[in-house]
Every structure is written in structure tokens, then in C-alpha cells.
């Protein structure tokens, strides 16, 4: 099926009309016309808006032009067993038993492996097997590529000391020790940031994998730290419940 299709069984299912459905995207019902006349698509925010409204993912609204897999344990991807964020949107990269409410089940390739091994070997394909398949196969997908390029797991644990340890030396104000750092998807925690001069701007990318971690400010505030960091900066912000009205604290290339 086209996208012009999709949306028009997606919305008639749900016994909505034209008007109904613009209202709920804030658009015009001249808008959701031209999409199922295949006129026009809608934009990626829109596109994100129906996704979550419908509850199927982008891929299956623009006519599952992908073939899907899980990029930290390489399972097939249907709508099914898609991960999700806390607010309910698709995290179209992985599985929802790899990534949970914007957390990874797994932070070594061997705890992955033995779990596979464990739940996916039989008489016909036995458990040595499997793990010779899944040594070879888990460390292409990008979830683990970045433990190939830190030299493996013990590099990417001293990786991980080390940003700790320049979190803590930044000797913020209400920030408590950090003592963990957790995998995050870059577009469940990339908030919008106000500038003194009323730009509004991102620093994160949605797409890519950061380390960080929220912490309860220390003087017992409303307010919650956010951190983030990567190989080339840390990131500390601040923020009210869900992410509300964030302010930028720190951000420091490394």
C-alpha cells in the first residue's frame, strides 16, 4: 500500500473525517486531502504526529520502504515488537526487549551473546553455533560499533570512567556525584534550549547514542539535571517534570 492509502484506511478505521484528523494535527483538512490523493506526504513532524496518534511507525506509514532490523540484536521489525520512548512514540532502531522507555537492556555484547545463546539454540542449530554466528553478526550492528572503535568492552569501560570523572571535576551546584552513566537515544532526551537572544536551538542529534543520566538536584529543587556526553562534549542541563522548560547549564567540548 502507498502512503495515500494507509492514511485514508488509518483514518476511516478509526471513524475520523478529514476535519477530524487535521484538528488533530493541527493542519488544515486540505492538507490530509492532498496526502490521500498522494499530492503531497506530510513532513516529518507530521509524520511523527500520526505515527504516535495511530500507533503504527513512520515505516509502516510510508508503505514500509525499509527492511527493518534491530540494531542492537538483529531481529526483524514490525510494528509489534518496535521499541518505544516514554511518551509512546516509535524508536524505530531497535527492539522493544533491547530498548525500553528510553533504556538498553544490555550494556556488554557478551551479555547479549549468552542470553542468545541460551533462548536460540536447539538440536538442529546448536549453541555453538549460535554464538560463532552472533560473534560475527552483533558487533556490524550500530549499537555495538562503538565498542569496536573504543577498542572493545574494557576501553569503552575506561571511556566511561573518564567522562564520569570530568562530570564530577565541573563541581556544579546542586549537581550530586555522578557515579553511572546509562545508554540514551539522542531523541528522547534532545531538548529544545532557549538562548538569551530567543533562538531556540538542539545540540543533540535524535538518531545518535549518547551516555548520560538524570539526577535529582541536591538542594531538593522542582528541577531535575540532565546529563549528556559523547567523545566530543559533555552536556549538563536542567529541567521540570518530562523535560519541561529545560535551561542549558553547561556545554563543554571536550
Request: charged share 25%.
Given at each position: 500500500m502507498e502512503t495515500?492509502?494507509?492514511?485514508?484506511?488509518?483514518?476511516?478505521?478509526?471513524?475520523?473525517s478529514q476535519e477530524e484528523l487535521a484538528e488533530k494535527l493541527y493542519v488544515t483538512r486540505q492538507a490530509v486531502s492532498r496526502w490521500e490523493t498522494g499530492e503531497?506526504?506530510?513532513?516529518?513532524?507530521?509524520?511523527?504526529?500520526?505515527?504516535?496518534?495511530?500507533?503504527?511507525?513512520?515505516?509502516?506509514?510510508?508503505?514500509?520502504?525499509?527492511?527493518?532490523?534491530?540494531?542492537?540484536?538483529?531481529m526483524p521489525l514490525d510494528d509489534s515488537c518496535i521499541s518505544k520512548e516514554k511518551d509512546g512514540s516509535f524508536n524505530e532502531e531497535y527492539c522493544k526487549w533491547c530498548y525500553a522507555d528510553g533504556n538498553f537492556c544490555y550494556t556488554?555484547?557478551?551479555?547479549?551473546?549468552?542470553?542468545?545463546?541460551?533462548?536460540?539454540?536447539?538440536?538442529?542449530?546448536?549453541a555453538d553455533q549460535v554464538r560463532a554466528f552472533f560473534e560475527v553478526e552483533l558487533p556490524?550492528?550500530?549499537?555495538?560499533?562503538?565498542?569496536?572503535?573504543?577498542?572493545?568492552?574494557?576501553?569503552?569501560?575506561?571511556?566511561?570512567?573518564?567522562?564520569i570523572h570530568e562530570f564530577n571535576d565541573l563541581n556544579i551546584d546542586g549537581l550530586p556525584e555522578v557515579k553511572n552513566l546509562n545508554f540514551l537515544v539522542g531523541g528522547y532526551i534532545n531538548l529544545?534550549?532557549?538562548?538569551?537572544?530567543?533562538?531556540?536551538?538542539?545540540?543533540?542529534d535524535d538518531n545518535a547514542t549518547?551516555?548520560?543520566n538524570q539526577l535529582e538536584c541536591?538542594?531538593?529543587?522542582?528541577?531535575?539535571?540532565?546529563?549528556?556526553?559523547?567523545?566530543?562534549?559533555?552536556?549538563?542541563c536542567t529541567y521540570e517534570e518530562n523535560g519541561a522548560n529545560p535551561e542549558l547549564v553547561i556545554y563543554k567540548k571536550r
Open positions: 495515500k492509502e494507509i492514511i485514508y484506511k488509518l483514518r476511516t478505521d478509526r471513524g475520523l503531497t506526504l506530510p513532513n516529518t513532524e507530521t509524520l511523527k504526529l500520526l505515527s504516535k496518534l495511530f500507533d503504527v511507525s513512520i515505516n509502516t506509514l510510508l508503505g514500509s520502504p525499509q527492511k527493518l532490523i534491530c540494531q542492537c540484536c538483529g556488554s555484547i557478551e551479555e547479549l551473546t549468552d542470553f542468545l545463546v541460551e533462548h536460540m539454540s536447539n538440536e538442529n542449530w546448536p556490524k550492528l550500530n549499537y555495538w560499533k562503538k565498542y569496536s572503535e573504543l577498542g572493545g568492552n574494557e576501553k569503552f569501560d575506561e571511556f566511561k570512567q573518564q567522562l529544545e534550549y532557549t538562548l538569551p537572544s530567543g533562538q531556540k536551538v538542539k545540540f543533540l549518547y551516555l548520560g541536591e538542594f531538593g529543587s522542582d528541577r531535575c539535571f540532565g546529563i549528556a556526553a559523547n567523545a566530543d562534549f559533555l552536556l549538563v
